[in-house]
């Protein structure tokens, strides 16, 4: 059994609780072992539908608990909801979404699925047997349909932004209940926002003239800015690592790009570093594995994968997802082995596989996601355990 997560001055969590993985090298009981990247998942393939995505996609989403992938497109019923088994989906019951909806995400609990659109502007629905039901709305609601929805990483808070006032509401879940918090105040339209695992730090990007990159901190129910950093460029897209460590910034400067900032504590800093290929990033993600950050620029048919050590993100590999499509979302399972990639050209999603992450033997903790001891001998190839003492090095 896992203890809670301890963060360290640095950012490292330090944990004991137990994980299997792939070894990359054969290992000996009780020897120091870390597990870092072995592969990108940058192979397309022709994955199994067996009722194909019939028209545009917006979304990608996976649900992991549940062992689903979800697509949003652009005609009835609007989601498509899959069974994921390797490289094989199987479309489950239509849902009762009766309205377009460019965004959608599932709670990390895989319990709720939070969709933009319709009168309601944000619909929340819970996954019980199979199926999904529509809970009752929040006693307030978004004014305008989001811009962007973010979970915190223990399902309690829910994140939207939209272009209209009040441009950002906050949800706290108790039970099947979804109350607002006090709103801060604010002043332009946003585009993006993202939320940290712990639901402590709420940030948002907005789309104006003079945009900003906004920090709120939770305390209780209350929300106080602690953070803000001006640009004359939108910032278009944001996400928390999955480690609350680093937070990427999608801007649409010329030339496009990624910003990081990192976070300690309360302290949030601009890290110089910037990843870029000539376009607008149009959708980013983080693995949920925290190894890598991947994006997509605009009017590019690829993504690219940047491995991550440290505070360093490596020079990014990239992937063609075909001759002409670009992704408007993109999914990444959280064992690194999968991409699916939302397009609206046919055939509306791609699939990328390849990826994986191993165990290997650490004499020393750098250049490793997770660090630990080995609980058993085992062999290349072989699937073993180990004993994870810390991890985000």
Not at 83 to 90: A, K, Q, Y
Not at 233 to 252: Q, T
């Amino acid at each position: 059994m896992a203890r809670g997560p301890i963060e360290s001055a640095g950012g490292a969590k330090i944990y004991s609780t137990e994980e299997s993985y792939e070894l990359a090298e054969s290992v000996v009981k009780d020897a120091p072992v870390g597990t870092k990247v072995a592969s990108l998942p940058t192979t397309k393939i022709t994955a199994t539908f067996d009722v194909a995505v019939p028209s545009a996609a917006y979304r990608a989403e996976f649900n992991e608990p549940k062992g689903l992938l979800s697509v949003g497109i652009n005609a009835a019923p609007y989601l498509h909801i899959y069974t994921v088994d390797g490289t094989s989906f199987t479309k489950q019951a239509d849902p009762a979404v009766a309205f377009l909806s460019r965004i959608h995400k599932w709670s990390p609990n895989g319990e709720y699925l939070a969709v933009g659109g319709g009168a309601s502007c944000i619909n929340i629905y819970k996954f019980v047997d199979g199926v999904l039901t529509k809970l009752a709305d929040p006693a307030v609601l978004p004014t305008a349909s989001p811009t962007a929805i973010a979970w915190s990483g223990d399902s309690k808070y829910l994140m939207v932004t939209t272009n209209t006032s009040p441009f950002m509401v906050v949800y706290e879940r108790s039970g099947d209940t979804f109350s607002n918090l006090a709103n801060p105040a604010d002043t332009n339209s946003s585009a993006s926002c993202t939320v940290d695992p712990t639901g402590t730090y709420f940030v948002l990007g907005q789309n104006s003239a003079s945009s900003y990159f906004r920090v709120y901190k939770r305390e209780g129910t209350t929300l106080t800015k602690i953070y803000e950093t001006t640009s004359t460029y939108a910032f278009l897209w944001i996400e928390f690592s999955p480690s609350g460590r680093h937070i990427a910034v999608a801007y649409d400067a010329p030339g496009g790009g990624i910003r990081m900032f990192k976070r300690v504590g309360d302290v949030f800093s601009n890290m110089s570093l910037s990843l870029s290929h000539g376009e607008m990033v149009r959708s980013m993600r983080f693995s949920p594995d925290n190894n890598i950050v991947a994006y997509a620029p605009s009017d590019m048919s690829r993504l690219y994968l940047s491995k991550r050590d440290g505070d360093v993100f490596g020079t990014a590999v990239n992937a063609l997802l075909s001759t002409s499509a670009y992704a408007q979302g993109f999914a990444i399972r959280a064992d690194l082995s999968m991409i699916v990639a939302a397009s609206a050209e046919s055939p509306y999603v791609h699939v990328l596989t390849g990826g994986s992450v191993k165990l290997y033997n650490a004499p020393e903790i750098s250049g490793f996601r997770k660090i630990g001891v080995a609980k058993e001998d085992g062999s290349i190839g072989e699937v073993k355990k180990m004993i994870v003492l810390a991890d985000d090095y």
